[in-house]
């Protein structure tokens, strides 16, 4: 498409710190009293603009600072002056420009996707391979120390249609553990429930905690030791009939192909954020599929502009099945940074058929939440 040829002349950040409502707890640490994020938006020549959003968290995919200092000197020489439509060589480049910082490569992606499509009038699902379903059940994450507070939470989530939750385990001691799903079991029969370790398990507490667990039928156990310890994986998941997950285990297409062929997992959480784009994590889906695995639609500590571009990637995806945890825009901070609220409806995301992403930023928002600037 002609209009695709114009090159991009903007290229704007803000690093965001977003208050929320409540501490969380994972196994490998705690998010409290704000989340950091950053935003990019790109414009085009014609005046059209993209927006992208990394999502980093220091313990899992590395700092906002990294990943500012990764979009403004290493990423922006490769951006501006180029055509909207060298979105391939883009990506490419800026794999190579900077090591790791895949949320910087999420965020850059998704800007140029979203640019793409109010460009050609097209929602960003349409650059991926097409729609392959309207809406994807949302499920809710677990985590507040406070369990109490959670359970004001479940008797929400409950109200909205919520079917599915996800327990976060391993940041306390298992007897909590126990104590939590004993409860959701008795009062909140309702939810499928998954549980999630987040690496949160020593090797020698993994076995007997990870079976017993295993007893209360959760769909799913995610991550219960360290991402490294692919052997401690497997023997999990030979030693129960519960599908074992990967998470922190699987960041892009190549830890997928390792996975598979070391059978650690029976399934994987794929997110923008780690794998470095939209693209790669489709082809992570497509690599877990091929090898018979099960795939859901993870994310990180988000706001709702990279919950789209998940609900795009996912849209577009029909190898993940297993829903998703965009979540944080309704739940869990105390105000969204997009215009309009991200659509979830009776428990399940609406899949946007607007141009590009389907809704824009605050700008207000943007500038009263920044840290730091840069245009």
């Not at 950053?38 to 220091?58: H, I, K, M, N």
């Not at 002056?81 to 060589?89: C, E, T």
């Not at 029969?189 to 007997?208: H, K, M, S, T």
Request: charged content about 20%.
């Amino acid at each position: 498409m002609t209009e695709l040829l114009q090159t991009i002349t903007g290229f704007d950040l803000w690093h965001l710190a977003l208050p929320v409502v409540s501490a969380r707890d994972h196994g490998i640490g705690r998010v409290e009293g704000s989340c950091e994020i950053v935003v990019l938006r790109l414009t085009a020549e014609g005046g059209a603009q993209g927006f992208g959003e990394a999502s980093p968290w220091s313990v899992f995919t590395g700092t906002p600072e990294a990943t500012y200092a990764a979009l403004d000197r290493y990423i922006r020489p490769l951006v501006v002056g180029k055509r909207v439509a060298d979105r391939a060589q883009i990506m490419e480049q800026a794999s190579r420009a900077v090591a790791h910082c895949t949320e910087a490569k999420a965020a850059l992606e998704t800007a140029l996707l979203d640019l793409s499509g109010h460009i050609t009038a097209q929602p960003v699902w349409a650059f991926l391979g097409g729609k392959a379903r309207n809406t994807i059940p949302l499920s809710c994450s677990i985590a507040n120390p406070d369990f109490d507070a959670d359970i004001a939470l479940m008797q929400r989530l409950r109200d909205d249609n919520v079917g599915l939750i996800k327990l976060k385990t391993g940041f306390k001691d298992h007897a909590f553990d126990v104590m939590r799903l004993e409860r959701i079991a008795q009062d909140f029969p309702e939810f499928n429930v998954r549980v999630d370790y987040n690496q949160g398990l020593e090797i020698e507490q993994a076995i007997p905690q990870v079976l017993d667990v295993a007893q209360f039928k959760p769909d799913f156990i995610e991550q219960p030791v360290r991402h490294h310890h692919y052997d401690m994986m497997a023997q999990l998941r030979g030693m129960m009939d519960i599908p074992l997950l990967a998470d922190e285990s699987v960041f892009g297409p190549e830890d997928m192909t390792r996975a598979a062929r070391e059978g650690i997992c029976d399934g994987v959480s794929i997110k923008i954020m780690k794998s470095g784009g939209l693209t790669r994590a489709q082809s992570v889906a497509r690599i877990a599929a091929a090898n018979g695995l099960m795939a859901y639609g993870g994310d990180m500590f988000e706001a709702g502009l990279a919950h789209l571009a998940g609900t795009h990637m996912i849209a577009a995806t029909p190898e993940i099945t297993l829903g998703c945890e965009f979540y944080q825009a309704s739940y869990f901070l105390v105000e969204d940074i997009l215009e309009t609220p991200f659509h979830v409806e009776n428990g399940q995301v609406i899949v946007p058929d607007a141009p590009g992403l389907g809704l824009r930023p605050d700008l207000s928002k943007l500038d009263h939440y920044a840290k730091q600037r840069s245009f």
